[in-house]
């Protein structure tokens, strides 16, 4: 059975602080990770992506760090604000059918940032 | 360019009857997706589709749920009969293709009572 495990299930911080939520995942056939951000009423969308070829990838101010040997992925939101509250998802897929080919998520983390 | 257009929104039936949603992809998107979203869990790919052919249903239950893709554009859910455990939002997405990026509809959300 294909797993993505994502920790916190919830996380609060203040206006300013660093958010950051892990992921890990078992099956070593992934290798396209993307974090999604889900608003409530609203599907997810992509946020930010990282193939295993690089342990980081930053875009403003979200940085995902990847650990292929620990096969674990992380997101960290700096100066976080709280137009920034949502659920953040984690997710894996094999790339050898295309990078949406069974795309896997983890249960999500919800994100709120205080005033 | 407009999103990807799901019907209806919300949808509350009895357990054992039947329900369909509707998606409209975005234009020229080629692959298709239906996921199933629990309340407080992350989207679970129900079926994928390459234009009007299934490229993984291996999620999907398919002793209740039914699914297509008519001329590779629009595509239909079907659950019959509902269960209790199938309340959940059904969310439909669309990619050019099999690489680029997902876009998620809104979501159907089906209360099973």
């Known amino acids: 059975q294909q797993q993505v495990k994502q920790s916190p299930q919830s996380l609060i911080v203040q206006k300013g602080g660093i958010s950051i939520i892990n992921c890990a995942y078992e099956?070593?056939?992934?290798?396209?990770f993307p974090w999604y951000q889900q608003f409530p009423g609203k599907g997810p969308a992509l946020l930010i992506a990282i193939r295993p070829d690089v342990s980081e990838k930053k875009e403003g101010r979200f940085t995902i760090s990847f650990n292929k040997s620990a096969k674990q992925f992380s997101l960290h939101i700096m100066d976080s604000q709280p137009g920034d509250s949502a659920t953040y998802f984690c997710a894996a897929s094999m790339g050898s059918g295309g990078s949406n080919y069974k795309l896997t998520f983890g249960k999500g983390t919800l994100l709120t940032v205080n005033p | 360019e407009a999103g990807v257009a799901q019907s209806p929104r919300y949808k509350i039936i009895e357990k054992r009857q039947s329900v369909a949603f509707w998606c409209n992809p975005i234009?020229?998107?080629?692959?298709l997706y239906w996921y199933q979203q629990i309340l407080g869990q992350g989207p679970k790919l129900l079926i994928q589709f390459q234009n009007n052919g299934v490229v993984d249903d291996s999620q999907l239950p398919k002793d209740r749920f039914s699914a297509e893709r008519l001329k590779g554009v629009d595509s239909t859910l079907k659950i019959q009969p509902a269960k209790l455990e199938d309340s959940a939002v059904y969310l439909c997405?669309?990619?050019?293709?099999?690489?680029?990026?997902?876009?998620f509809g809104e979501g159907s959300w089906l209360t099973v009572v």
């Open positions: 234009s020229g998107h080629a692959t």
């Open positions: 099956n070593t056939a992934f290798d396209y």
């Open positions: 997405a669309s990619s050019r293709d099999r690489v680029n990026t997902i876009y």
